[in-house]
């Protein structure tokens, strides 16, 4: 851990020593110097940008979906998800910051490793994790600019089309499976790759299940694919321990972007609550008193820890202090990893893939105990400070509430939604593929949606006129640019 926090810090100062250098490069050109960085300097940036900052994790990450998948709650006006209100700036956010960002630095690692002819692990590693990025992007949006996104300085692609979600979640698949397949023993990134450490055994089951992700969730568009790609990742070698869990790692310290997003909002915030739905679903479970504190004195005693309505208003609630909070002592903290994919969820796409009949090796009650088990345990390696949950305790809670096969696919889900707290794209796309867990809306007067929780955020509206003729094919293509428009493997 001390040689990633060393990585950070050096990288920290790469990133803020720009400003003092302006107008220098011309006038000190050393013939010798190399005209590219490392590539192993620039991953190890687009990976923290791919985490991301408080802009984003405030609003699209927390604002918007922690809210609408019912994690948390807020009287808060401007916590615009809880009550469906439409703020452009907040629903665009993870658009506005990823483009210039992350989009920018994956594309130009790409084309600097094709340059290189570099055709091995590093070029695997930046495929994945390019998928990752462009994932977040059309789950949220839908169809978004992809084949000639990021281009505008390597191709001078200044106004990229926006391609069909459907095509892009095929070259997904077909990116990860060469990706996987490029990855060898080893990889020149070392420290520099802040989510495995330059483990090459761990990047290859990420993208296999990466891969199981991207399949399961086009079940409902298209079940013959989704059913065959499954089939393919769980068989090619997803994760197998809580030990392969993908992840990002946060330093407090020094000021920038080596901080995790989400511990930066919860300093500067204090309204979010722990929702009653996700509280009263988290009665009797050992994860209760990690998860949550109560806001007025920090008690994390099941008795004491209450949550509060969705759409609770300061007219209809008085005082929010008595109502539980993520807990400060544990969760919210600003060296805190960024999770992006736990090995607690692929035990639960396998317990679906056996509920549907898929050929996956292991029965449905198998997988989704070993899924609970995982979930249960990850928090104390996530959390430093998090209590260890034992195998007594899980033992306890699944013979307390065993798995059902007449409703397996709904606790499967409703495990899934537990499972990725504070990865908050992942719980509302997840929730919007599978309709679990079964959440009641809220319906505030100024709500856009018709009191309907909604299914994707929406575009920036600058691209109306910045990219015109490809926004509005989208449109054309997609739906209106609200709140309501269903992503293509959204569709009913």
Request: with cysteine; charged share 20%.
């Amino acid at each position: 851990m001390k040689k990633i926090v060393l990585t950070i810090f050096a990288l920290s100062l790469v990133l803020s020593s720009c400003d003092f250098d302006k107008g220098f490069e011309e006038m000190n050109v050393n013939p010798a110097k190399a005209s590219q960085l490392d590539v192993a300097n620039k991953f190890a940036s687009v990976v923290l940008q791919t985490s991301g900052g408080r802009y984003e994790n405030w609003r699209a990450s927390l604002i918007y979906q922690s809210v609408m998948i019912q994690h948390f709650s807020s009287t808060a006006g401007y916590w615009s998800g809880d009550r469906y209100f439409r703020n452009d700036g907040y629903a665009t956010s993870l658009w506005d910051r990823y483009y210039p960002s992350a989009v920018k630095e994956i594309e130009d690692i790409r084309s600097q490793l094709t340059e290189e002819g570099n055709t091995g692990s590093e070029m695997g590693m930046t495929r994945i994790l390019r998928v990752f990025i462009y994932s977040r992007l059309t789950d949220l949006h839908g169809d978004i600019p992809y084949s000639e996104a990021g281009q505008g300085y390597t191709n001078g692609i200044l106004k990229p089309k926006y391609d069909a979600q459907k095509d892009i979640y095929m070259d997904f698949l077909k990116e990860l499976e060469e990706a996987v397949a490029q990855i060898g023993a080893s990889t020149t990134m070392g420290k520099s790759d802040l989510i495995f450490q330059g483990n090459t055994t761990k990047w290859k089951a990420w993208g296999n299940s990466m891969m199981l992700r991207m399949a399961l969730r086009l079940h409902k568009a298209d079940p013959a694919t989704s059913k065959a790609w499954a089939e393919k990742a769980a068989a090619a070698g997803v994760m197998t321990s809580n030990d392969h869990i993908a992840m990002i790692a946060h330093t407090d310290g020094p000021e920038g972007i080596n901080k995790n997003g989400h511990g930066e909002v919860f300093d500067a915030d204090g309204n979010p609550r722990m929702s009653k739905t996700f509280v009263d679903w988290l009665k009797d479970d050992p994860r209760l008193p990690i998860l949550a504190a109560r806001r007025s004195d920090g008690s994390t005693k099941i008795a004491d820890l209450i949550g509060m309505p969705n759409g609770s208003t300061g007219a209809t609630v008085s005082d929010t202090s008595i109502y539980a909070e993520p807990n400060r002592s544990v969760i919210t903290k600003r060296d805190v990893p960024m999770v992006l994919q736990t090995y607690a969820e692929v035990r639960f796409m396998l317990a679906e893939m056996a509920v549907r009949g898929w050929n996956v090796v292991g029965d449905a009650k198998t997988h989704y105990e070993a899924g609970v088990k995982a979930a249960m345990q990850m928090l104390s390696g996530i959390y430093p400070d998090a209590a260890a949950i034992s195998d007594a305790e899980v033992a306890t809670y699944l013979a307390a509430k065993p798995y059902d096969a007449s409703k397996g696919w709904e606790m499967i889900s409703e495990q899934y939604w537990a499972a990725t707290l504070l990865n908050e794209y992942e719980a509302f796309s997840n929730w919007r593929r599978t309709g679990f867990p079964t959440l009641v809306p809220t319906n505030d007067p100024g709500n856009v949606t018709g009191g309907t929780i909604p299914r994707r955020l929406i575009y920036p509206t600058g691209e109306g006129s910045t990219n015109a003729e490809n926004y509005n094919a989208a449109i054309a293509r997609q739906g209106p640019n609200d709140f309501k428009t269903r992503v293509w493997w959204d569709k009913q």
